[in-house]
């Protein structure tokens, strides 16, 4: 099942299928590390859902939603 990481669930792990973001977002993106074939655990929300707490490749990274919605991860 494919969706967008903004729709993942805390503690749900996935595999990021693609960056659909172009331009200056989109390599912003993929110089954090979020690449197609990476895998990711949700961690955490904020309170109010805003950002999202992403563990990957040994360290956390926090990405806001306006962000996650440009990648499709398939939920493992």
Not at 23 to 52: K, Q
Not at 63 to 75: F, M, P
Request: glycine share 10%; with cysteine.
């Amino acid at each position: 099942m494919t969706m967008s990481l903004r729709r993942m669930g805390v503690n749900q792990e996935g595999c990021i299928k693609a960056v659909t973001a172009s331009g200056e977002m989109g390599r912003r993106i993929r110089d954090m590390g979020l690449v197609p074939g990476t895998r990711i655990m949700l961690v955490g929300r904020a309170p109010l859902a805003d950002p999202v707490a992403l563990r990957m490749r040994g360290f956390t990274l926090s990405l806001r939603n306006s962000e996650a919605d440009y990648i499709t991860v398939e939920a493992l």
